[in-house]
């Protein structure tokens, strides 16, 4: 079935470092793929999406871009801040379900 | 508006014992999905509802595990002869339906047994 892989944790880094955490997925279809965040006490939601090959999402200095060929959505930010602190989960929904990586959680210290 | 809200936050039960998870989709959004998030695991599917279709029920792990909607809003998951291994955060979304569409989520219930 349908699933999707993640960059294990934790992931800590310097504020204004480079980020990269690593997504790919299995899929019979054609999936649409988002990226969620989770911020500290606070319930997910939705960070960036993409529904077809080479969309490119984008929000808050945070980048995916849908790469069918090698099946990933590898999320990037260039200058990553104290608030991005957060976990962040990859998925992927096809049809009727949602497939939810594990989770990356990233840490920034100032 | 309202966003989706679940209920009870918190739910503390002893083995055996059933419990009923209650989620209120944001108003119109046809889609509603059930979701368990075990500590330090990934989210994991459990139920999707669409309208008036069947539901999938693919992510169910067990059959002490249903959920029901009822008037295509509220929905009600319910845990029979609970084990400790349900200890989990269950968190609820809804959508407006498509697979593209934002799903938005709820707080989620941490359910504890013990």
């Known amino acids: 079935g349908d699933s999707v892989t993640q960059m294990e944790g934790p992931v800590t880094l310097s504020e204004e470092a480079f980020l990269t955490i690593n997504c790919t997925y299995t899929a019979t279809g054609y999936p649409s793929l988002f990226w969620y965040v989770q911020y500290p006490g606070e319930g997910l939601q939705l960070l960036l999406k993409?529904?077809?090959?080479?969309d490119k999402g984008s929000n808050k200095g945070f980048e995916a871009t849908y790469r069918k060929e090698t099946t990933s959505f590898h999320l990037e930010k260039g200058s990553v801040q104290v608030s991005d602190s957060a976990v962040y989960f990859c998925a992927l929904s096809d049809r009727n379900d949602m497939r939810f990586g594990a989770g990356t959680r990233l840490t920034v210290k100032p | 508006g309202a966003g989706v809200s679940q209920s009870p936050s918190n739910k503390v039960t002893e083995k055996g014992k059933d419990v009923e998870l209650r989620c209120d989709p944001i108003s119109g959004h046809t889609a509603l999905y059930w979701y368990r998030q075990s500590l330090g695991q990934g989210l994991e599917f459990l139920i999707y509802?669409?309208?008036?279709?069947?539901?999938?029920k693919s992510g169910l792990p067990s059959d002490r595990f249903s959920a029901e909607r009822t008037g295509g809003s509220v929905s009600t998951l319910t845990i029979q002869r609970t084990q400790q291994e349900d200890s989990a955060v269950y968190l609820c979304?809804?959508?407006?339906?498509?697979?593209?569409?934002?799903?938005?989520f709820g707080p989620g219930t941490r359910l504890t047994v013990l």
């Open positions: 979304a809804s959508s407006r339906g498509y697979s593209y569409n934002e799903q938005f």
């Open positions: 993409a529904t077809k090959a080479d």
């Open positions: 509802f669409q309208g008036n279709s069947a539901p999938d």
